[in-house]
């Protein structure tokens, strides 16, 4: 039995060496792309099931043992303080779950974090040899090569995967993020150069021959480091830049200064590094100095005249006038300032890990406001500060902080007290790890963590322990007789010692008697069952993202067969909602899916079902801003479509969903439609300039403002906007059309006709551009422009009547008769019944010189329409016939005209002088003094009332 116990013991032990290998460089390097979260989740999910694969293993060498054994650690207590404000910080969080699990593509809650210390103690306990350090340390530096080897592949664009967010100038690698994969660099960059160097500290207790050459298997981690290094700077990560020169330069100089042997290495390493930072800085897409100065603001403030640019309500800190808005700098200011609000609300114990991202837009709000010389609002969301005191601050508070700064500070006064007892061999070592760890800091302090690096950073903690404890106890191998052995290895019986000094001590082993067999079965088989349901849990968010992701494959580029599409991917979307039913992003989508469906198919039921989720995502979130902005959205679909009053239900949504999110341009402008269609146009504007504000760039916003401006009358307002229609869109006819209105309104016809005749440009088959400028060349006389235009108007429509009578209008006027006879008779052939385009023909006719046939085309008329009302046929067909004296045929024409128009001067003037005509000076003279009432200026009625008064008088 006790030779099964020590075969299971030793195989179980070796099992965890190689799950922690696995750990160092799976982490790192898995991905998978079947999962909407390619880098993230896959990470933390390797992260879990190797945890939990220790665990297992773990849990059966305890139960084979016969004496249970765990090293302490000098920082067990910072360590256990560190987890009980995390877990008290996730108790009162504002989102327990989220801070369990961690919020989506981050996953830095509690169970990530209890993989860590799970790691950190398995390091700690299983790597207790040099043998089991070199390869633990070796398998980091492997890892990093191998993401460095793809990394350098993807600059040269032999890429196997097709990232849609990649950029050749700054690559990813395995990480899907160039800073989390430049940190992982500069982590295992000191670590790599410490095992090229670890023979460059001369032993001095064991003799070396003078000139020994160094093994040429060190010169592979040579190699590796210029790797790596290379690899770093590909990344073009300033964060990480700083933490190189704040790592790896104090370890560079200590081992220049404690070098005592192979110079040469030290001096070829230098050069070679110097060499490849000089190539890659005078490269302008690599060059990391080129990069910082990238933020500096330096460029003359703009002369465009601005219609919101006015001081922001709140007042912007000097210094973040000295970077540039879309620099990195620029939102790390307004970043510390919004989560210093946040530390003032919520001081004690934060607002719970990894929940950053339901406060913070909030918070931002308070301290930065969007201005129009900022060009749109300059930051994404973020659900991470990017400082790591800072992130701790909020998230776990004061307590948290403390705790975290006293695990630090316990682990640095452990490792420097005990440094000087290490071999020269192993100190190098310690301090290649301490370097990453540094950089790690550094570097968290302008970014952040995720898995593999905070990982990585654990692991190396626990290195440096290990190797402390291991030279321990070789130190006390190696300087004492065996004798002396004995005499201690009795001296530690007695006391029940297992490794050494205070901070290695381990705890003392139990006989088999104390702690009975089977209580360590019942132990191994409670801890087996719990890991075993944890592992189905994993297993099953990890699921869920793969059928996630292949949902929304399927909805988004299988359109072939919409309907058997739609609903096989929304089956895969539902699928992995209820394999993890906590993950609002997972509803959100959905949400939006069953939205997008009923603005499709304008079916009710999908919005019953958007309904549901909207909910069930505010009931994971009560603050969350999808779940308010999607019932808004299908309260306004209601209200739109099926005529609900849900007006102001959407409204009220819309405002709770920019109270948790101010930075949301759709927001804002679906709150604006909605004003518009109450009448509210003041409030309509106010949510279009925010919405402007923030996406400048979308033309519909600008579009959408300078319509409301017209509405409201303010001309300039909506001249300036169009015009940055047309700078945005300049592809589009329309925006120029409906700038070309505008500058009409104001005056400015120039610049309307040269807008107009791009709209034409642009789109010259709309014949309402056409339209418009020919209204405006009317309008200002411009004849010759006009019959082009109108010509194109024809030519796009041949059956305009009205543009071939316009035509004609304009031939008449040009004093062209043929031509206006052309266009006016083509006009009366395709619409006979207008009264208009007969006139206009018969007085073609008459300009002819042939006032028979212009007669005969009236005559025609009034037989065919006689109820017309157009007075203007009936004053032309009684000139006509004053023109051959037909007089009483005049005074018919005219008596007809009066019926229509009792006020028409032509009319009773021409009826007077055919009253005169005919002898009825009486009838003339009343009708004449009629004529002179409405226009008393008329001195040819005058003058034949004169001779009509003469007439009488005699």
Not at 103 to 129: P, Q, S
Not at 676 to 699: H, M
Not at 716 to 734: D, I, N, Q
Not at 785 to 801: T, W
Request: proline letters at 4%.
């Amino acid at each position: 039995m006790k030779s099964i116990s020590k075969k299971t013991t030793f195989y179980c032990d070796k099992l965890i060496i190689g799950l922690l290998l696995a750990t160092v460089i799976t982490v790192p390097l898995f991905f998978d792309i079947r999962l909407y979260s390619v880098f993230d989740l896959s990470k933390v999910m390797a992260l879990y099931l190797l945890t939990i694969a220790i665990l297992v293993v773990w849990s059966i060498v305890f139960a084979f043992k016969h004496g249970f054994k765990f090293s302490h650690t000098a920082i067990d207590i910072p360590i256990l303080a560190y987890i009980f404000i995390f877990i008290i910080s996730l108790i009162i969080s504002i989102n327990p779950i989220m801070s369990l699990f961690g919020t989506y593509k981050r996953f830095e809650g509690l169970t990530a974090t209890l993989c860590y210390i799970v790691i950190f103690y398995a390091t700690v306990n299983f790597i207790t040899t040099t043998k089991r350090v070199y390869l633990l340390i070796i398998a980091i530096v492997a890892g990093a090569t191998i993401s460095s080897g793809y990394g350098i592949a993807q600059h040269l664009g032999f890429d196997m995967f097709k990232w849609s967010s990649f950029e050749a100038r700054r690559v990813f690698s395995t990480f899907g993020n160039p800073v989390f994969f430049s940190a992982y660099l500069v982590m295992t960059l000191p670590v790599a150069v410490a095992l090229f160097l670890r023979d460059s500290f001369q032993q001095t207790d064991v003799p070396v021959l003078k000139n020994s050459p160094t093994p040429p298997v060190l010169w592979v981690f040579f190699v590796v480091s210029s790797i790596i290094y290379t690899t770093f700077w590909l990344t073009n990560t300033r964060a990480c830049f700083m933490a190189l020169l704040g790592g790896l330069t104090p370890l560079l100089f200590f081992i220049f200064k404690r070098q005592s042997a192979e110079r040469y290495k030290f001096v070829v390493l230098i050069i070679s590094f110097v060499l490849i930072g000089v190539f890659f800085n005078v490269r302008h897409e690599t060059s990391v100095i080129k990069h910082f100065a990238g933020d500096v603001r330096t460029t003359a403030a703009s002369t465009e005249k601005l219609i919101f640019n006015k001081i922001p309500p709140r007042k912007r800190p000097w210094i973040a006038n000295k970077f540039s808005v879309a620099g990195s700098s620029f939102s790390r200011i307004f970043q510390y300032l919004a989560a210093t609000r946040i530390i003032k609300d919520y001081p004690a114990l934060g607002i719970g890990p990894d929940t950053i991202g339901i406060v913070y837009q909030k918070n931002l709000a308070k301290v930065f406001s969007s201005i129009e010389s900022d060009k749109g609002f300059p930051f994404p969301r973020q659900d991470r500060i990017h400082n790591d005191v800072l992130d701790t601050a909020v998230t776990r508070g004061i307590f948290g902080l403390g705790t975290y700064i006293w695990l630090l500070t316990a682990f640095s006064v452990y490792v420097g007290k005990n440094y000087k007892r290490l071999s020269n061999q192993n100190k190098i070592l310690i301090l290649g790890i301490l370097a990453g760890i540094l950089c790690y800091l550094i570097q968290s302090e302008f970014s952040f963590g995720n898995t593999p690096i905070v990982t990585l950073f654990w692991v190396m903690m626990g290195l440096c322990i290990s190797i402390i404890k291991i030279n321990e106890t070789e130190g006390l191998l190696s300087t004492e007789g065996v004798s002396k052995i004995k005499g201690c290895c009795e001296d530690r019986k007695l006391r029940g010692w297992e490794g050494g000094k205070t901070g290695s001590a381990q705890l003392p082993k139990f006989p088999s008697s104390q702690i009975p067999v089977f209580c360590k079965w019942i132990s191994c088989g409670i801890v087996l069952t719990a890991l075993g349901f944890v592992s189905v849990f994993v297993i099953r968010f990890y699921r869920a993202d793969a059928y996630f992701e292949y949902g929304r494959r399927i909805l988004d580029y299988e359109k072939e067969n919409l309907p058997t599409v739609t609903e096989k991917g929304l089956f895969f979307m539902k699928h992995a909602i209820r394999l993890n039913p906590y993950e609002t992003f997972y509803r959100d989508e959905l949400c939006r899916t069953y939205i997008q469906m009923a603005f499709k198919t304008k079916d009710e039921a999908w919005i019953q079902k958007a309904y549901v989720e909207a909910n069930n995502s505010l009931k994971l979130i009560p603050q969350h801003y999808m779940g308010f902005f999607h019932l808004g959205m299908i309260q306004q679909f209601l209200a739109e479509h099926f005529n609900r009053n849900t007006a102001d239900s959407a409204i009220n949504y819309y405002k709770k969903a920019i109270e948790s999110d101010p930075f949301q341009a759709p927001f804002h402008s679906n709150l604006a439609s909605l004003y518009i269609n109450k009448g509210n146009l003041d409030q309509a504007i106010e949510e279009l300039s925010q919405a402007y504000l923030i996406r400048p760039d979308e033309v519909n916003h600008a579009d959408r403002l300078a319509n409301a401006y017209l509405q409201k009358g303010d001309l300039e307002k909506a001249l300036y906007f169009s015009r940055k229609t047309v700078t945005l869109s300049p592809s589009e006819s329309g925006y120029y059309n409906n700038l070309g209105a505008i500058l009409s309104k104001k005056g400015m016809y120039e610049e309307a006709i040269n807008a107009f005749k791009k709209a034409i440009e642009i789109n010259p088959k709309e014949p309402i551009y056409v339209d418009n400028l020919t209204k405006l060349y009317l309008s200002l006389e411009k004849y010759d422009e006009l019959i082009p235009y109108y010509k194109k108007l024809i030519e796009l429509n041949p059956l305009d009547a009205d543009s071939l009578n316009n035509l004609g209008a304009v031939y008449k006027r040009k004093k062209q008769p043929e031509d206006a006879f052309q266009s006016f008779q083509k006009a009366v052939t395709l619409k006979p019944d207008n009264p208009i385009y007969t006139h206009n023909l018969a007085s073609a006719y008459i300009d002819l010189g042939d006032s028979t046939y212009a007669r005969n085309v009236l005559q025609t008329f009034n037989e065919a329409y006689p109820n017309h009302n157009y007075l203007n046929i009936h004053l032309l067909l009684a000139d006509i016939y004053s023109r051959s004296a037909d007089w009483e045929k005049v005074v018919s024409g005219c008596n007809q005209a009066i019926k229509l128009d009792g006020k028409s001067i032509a009319a009773y003037k021409m009826l007077g002088i055919a009253y005169y005509s005919m002898h009825y000076y009486e009838l003339a003279e009343k009708t004449l003094n009629k004529t002179l009432a409405l226009d008393p200026n008329d001195q040819g009625t005058k003058d034949l009332l004169a001779k009509i008064s003469n007439k009488i008088n005699r």
